[in-house]
């Protein structure tokens, strides 16, 4: 698919165009004033019970404070946010800066994104010249932290714009709402245009579309809105259609029994086969961070306030279910062990007729009395009881988990600290699957080989997420152990992709060097720790609401 900069539009079966009246609406977004409003209410702090009352959100809605060095531009070299302070920074941020710098990809002389990595050593580029959506929210966190929001509201526009395309694979025409994984800025010197090429998984590794995209663009939105105070973007028209559509693909009725989303494997960060088919964790925390976000931003007009209903109605069941069966502690781990098998009706203890032999044996010892965390799947008989990092960071930081379980999560990574964070953070899963449990389930995937990529991989990018999940549960010394840590290696090795073995000991075997996500994550756990008000952006906090039912009045209720 490719957006033009000259000329009409042109419809094929998988291609189409920018129209000038596209190119008109852009530039009339773009084109509107920020505006700055008085802390009055934040937006986190509206809860379900609010939602059910109110008639609409309005302006007192939103947080419109600006945090610190919201409005500074960055000085040579140095962070706006480091410029606020009287400390020397590290010596690495000035390089981490640079090297985010040159990453940036320019469409029509505006700033539009990331590309994935710049690493000029490696023959075969790949896709990683492109701008992907997941790979771009570290980036957009760091210029919104410094002061640079123009990139992250052009970012928003043009995915807006990209989600209307037609998007087929073969013959099938994928939903609506779809966002895409990523879009490259295509140069013609000759016609002397720009074109944009999106992939909506019809070229990703088993043409799998990208679920966690769409969840993304709304997190996105909602940081850039508290960031900003510019309230203006997310009540636009397109971002109201652009919210919706995206939730017509997740609320929409069908055979499910449980409020969780049911994804194919190699849908998400893991874009490629690890046995996370079914209902991983990170879907379903992404997903609930994203209703939530929606419910703060969705206006409640004749369109969207049936929308903030089903949204309402879901984060009750979902956040029920997630903390009921997803949850495992030591407590919970011993239950399991003692299940009872084939029970039948509503009484049924082992509601998913989880058999207790399939409890692997590594999790007996790894599990400490006092921890605990959100396994990586659960559906009929089968749970996957692998830790999964950035699941349970959303987690944390989306208030999925409550307060305690977010205090075992942290208490887990601290009992647990050479298996998770070992020489580099962060551990993407834990364990490594290996042996003829790694051929039945990747496929003999020669990527995803025991202690490496996202068979156990450490991923530094994940180093953000980890830090701004320490700092909301009063844990920074955690984070600042895991940030001295990679300091010590991510410069010195060029900013790998990711690190294998057990304790992240090597650089990745494939990893790519100049990895923008590495880059972008250390200097947002950085500028986080550094001034902890940033997590705001990327924070909601627990809405007790959900632990209500949601209650309705029957038709004859007032007669």
Known sequence: MELAVGGGMRRSASHTSLSESDDFELTRLLSKPRINVE?????????????????????????????????????????????????????????????????????????????????????????????????????????????????????LLKTLLLQGWEKKVDRFKLGEGAMPASFKVMHDAKKGVETLHADFGESAIGRVAPVDSGFWWIILLRAYTKTTGDMTLAETPECQKGMRLILSLCLSEGFDTFPTLLCADGCCMIDRRMGVYGYPIEIQALFFMALRCALQMLKHDNEGK????????????????????????????????????????????????????????????????????????????????????????????????????????????????????????????????????????????PKNTRWSYHNGGSWPVLLWLLTAACIKTGRPQIARRAIDLAERRLLKDGWPEYYDGKLGRYVGKQARKFQTWSIAGYL????????????????????????????????????
């Open 39 to 155: 802390r009055q209410r934040s937006f986190d702090d509206r809860s379900l019970s609010d939602v059910s009352h109110s008639g609409g959100y309005g302006r007192g809605g939103f947080d419109g404070m600006y945090s610190p060095g919201g409005g500074l531009r960055s000085l040579v070299g140095t962070p706006a946010s480091s410029a606020l302070h009287s400390f020397e920074p590290h010596p690495i941020v000035g390089d981490a800066w640079e090297a985010l710098r040159r990453s940036l990809v320019f469409f029509r002389g505006q700033p539009l994104g990331t590309v994935a990595a710049v690493d000029h050593a490696s023959e075969e580029v790949l896709n990683y010249d492109q701008v992907f959506v997941r790979d771009f929210v570290p980036s957009a966190l760091a210029f919104l932290m410094n002061g640079e929001p123009d990139i992250v509201k052009n970012f």
């Open 306 to 445: 049936e929308f903030v209903e089903k949204i309402a109605t879901r984060l009750h069941a979902l956040s029920y279910h997630m903390r009921s069966y997803f949850w495992l502690d030591f407590q919970q781990l011993n239950d399991i062990y003692r299940y009872k098998t084939e029970e039948y009706s509503h009484t049924a203890v082992n509601k998913f007729n989880v058999i207790p032999d399939s409890i692997p044996d590594w999790l007996f010892d790894f599990m400490p009395c006092q921890g605990g965390f959100f396994i990586g799947n659960v559906s009929p008989a089968r749970m996957d009881f692998r830790w999964f990092a950035l699941g349970n960071m959303i987690a944390i930081l989306s208030s999925l988990a409550t307060p305690e379980q977010s205090v075992a999560i942290m208490d887990l990574i601290e009992e647990r600290w050479e298996e998770l964070i070992g020489d580099m953070p962060l551990k993407i899963c834990y364990p490594a699957i290996e042996n003829h449990e790694w051929r039945i389930v990747t496929g003999c995937d």
């Open 524 to 559: 947002v756990a950085k500028m986080m720790l550094e001034d902890p008000s940033h997590l705001g952006m990327i924070s909601l906090e627990e809405d007790k609401a959900m632990l209500k039912p949601v209650l309705k009045r029957s038709a004859s209720w007032t007669n």
